[in-house]
């Protein structure tokens, strides 16, 4: 089955598309582009160049994986409007998947790890995995010493993601190079039992973890004299 991947909650825009089988998932073709104010330019044309590197069209597609963030308002909103729109189009179900796994179930082999992005505010968001890739903890938004102080708690031995290259030595914790932004592949293997077995689509609920800066005015100024 043919299944296109999307990520925006990070400042890395990336599409990727993907090959699920019995056998496992194969890479088809990818692109990834390091943008935090292009999201809504780049999506849509990488799309188009994944299929295209693929030769293929978009009523090949079986499925769509999104990352659901955590990440800014602006940026998140594009990859998961995107989702949504191609998969109701289409026909074809979405399957949502926390963008902080795509960054932290890679790296997990035998220890804890904290996957952390840039949450901008000099912060933070970050989870925990085990040994196993499994999370343990988050997706939480908070200054990079509170992350440390938890991830102190839950014995882990090593930080990834690019908010743990960002704030190293606030951490403490040694950094691996990669991923530093959301694995696609990553993401797409942590759905693909769902895909395989056809579970239906979900609803892509962004995992904002702030309340938005806007709010609605709460009074009204008089304009007459």
């Given amino acids: 089955m043919l299944v296109l991947v999307v990520d925006s909650s990070t400042p890395a825009v990336t599409a990727a598309l993907v090959e699920v089988s019995a056998d496992g998932v194969l890479a088809r073709a990818q692109r990834c582009t390091v943008d935090a104010r292009a999201h809504g330019e780049l999506l849509a044309p990488q799309v188009d160049a994944v299929l295209a590197d693929a030769d293929a069209r978009p009523a090949d ?33 979405t399957y949502g998947v926390c963008s902080l796994d795509g960054i932290g179930h890679p790296v997990a082999a035998g220890e804890p790890v904290l996957a952390a992005s840039d949450a901008r505010r000099r912060e933070v968001y970050w989870a925990v995995y085990d040994g196993a890739g499994q999370r343990i903890a988050g997706p939480n938004v908070d200054a990079p010493a509170v992350a440390a102080e938890r991830a102190r708690a839950l014995a882990v031995t090593v930080a990834v993601g690019d ?13 691996r190079a990669e991923p530093r932004y959301p694995d696609a592949m990553a993401l797409a293997g942590l759905a693909a039992e769902r895909i395989r077995a056809g579970a239906p689509g979900e609803r892509l609920t962004p995992l904002y973890l702030r309340r938005p800066d806007a709010v609605a005015a709460t009074g009204h100024k008089p304009v007459l004299p």
């Fill in 61 to 93: 597609l079986a499925a769509i994986v999104a990352g659901l963030g955590p990440g800014p308002f602006t940026g998140l909103r594009v990859g998961l409007v995107t989702a949504a729109t191609m998969g109701q189009v289409l026909g074809i179900p």
């Fill in 163 to 175: 908010g743990a290259h960002r704030y190293a030595d606030v951490l403490g914790l040694p950094v």
